[in-house]
């Protein structure tokens, strides 16, 4: 494979999420990987095949770039320069032409022979540089921006079956998100699941903790205190084992501050001496709280497949997971983990006391076992193969 091939991985903020990050890193080794997006954070990367074109927010700054972008396109490559101009005019204020330009024009100027743009929602966005200029469009689709951004949204939902006939492939996360993906016109044909990669680095830190000895059982839950994440239903869990007298510590990773409703559900149900916040945790302090647990729990309403899940099972936690999106293709009853009904609380508080009641043979075994799915379906190695493989069929074409 030639590294004259330029693969842009769009995802609009940089640095961006753990799994853009890992695909970066990974494709980098066989193409030049081109960046663009907001510099949310300085962001070095070790590879020379890894070019950053960021857009500043600084005004100042960004004002100066996008200048210096226009003036190098209009000698190079006044083409462009027309089509991008031509493509803000869709925008109605100013305001949001600037916003569209500034961060276009870098693209422009350092055209790509692929795009992968991360999010559905930019799917209509970046159309016009398939349609104008030749350059070959991969969509990812992930769990929000499919399972319920289009039922949110008609105008998204109209914008994905305008929009998915004409991409030239798909990435989705799970085979229920492929499935999803169809009723927007997403051709099944085009769609190839890769599994969301877990590093080496994770999969090392697997150990089968010794089941604590304490009545106290003490629960992990990593996540925003989004609707879709089912949190109120694990607060009601809560409360019915506070009920059944059962002595628990939640352990709540993710935010700093909990949202109000998130704080009243709290109150009301006198939660608040059973449950720690810990808000954002780096990655090595986040494995070993997690690990210091005896369960985590993903209350969700709809999901992909949930990284913290496939992180949980990579090092040993047990889990417990409502039956939603893709789960289903991880979190095996009697195999895996535990699987729940989704909005069921009493569910959610009898799969806790069956894992603290379950031996510590029977969770080594399960915690093995869902090591070694996790081992063979989501090794980082061969996820960037098969990413590799589907830019190859797409250049190919």
Known sequence: MSKKVKIAIYSGAIPSTTFVERLIVGIAKHYDVLIFGVQNTPKLYASANIKVHSTSRSLFINLIKTKWHVFVLLFTNPKRLFIVIKEIQKHKSLYSKWHAFTR????????????????????????????????????????????????????????????????????????AIAIEAQKYNAEASKIKVIHSPITEQIFNLYKNVEKSKSKTIRICVVGRFHWIKGMRYLFDALRVLQQENKTFECICIGENCLPEEALFQINQLDLFQSITILGNLNQEVLFKTMQSCDVLVLPSLKEGIANVVLEAMAIGLPVIATHCGGMAEVVIPNETGWLVPTRNPKAIANAIMEVKETSEKEIQRITENAYQLVKKEFNGNESIKKFEALYQLVLDK
Request: charged content about 25%.
């Open 104 to 175: 276009l024009i870098p693209i422009m100027r350092f055209l790509p022979d692929i795009i992968h743009v991360q999010w559905a929602k930019d799917v209509d966005r970046f159309m016009f540089l398939k349609e104008k200029l030749g350059v070959k469009l991969i969509l990812s689709l992930r769990g929000a921006h499919i399972n319920y951004s289009p039922i949110a949204s008609p105008t998204l939902a109209e914008s994905y079956k305008r929009n998915f006939p004409k991409v030239d492939a798909f990435h989705a996360v799970s085979k």
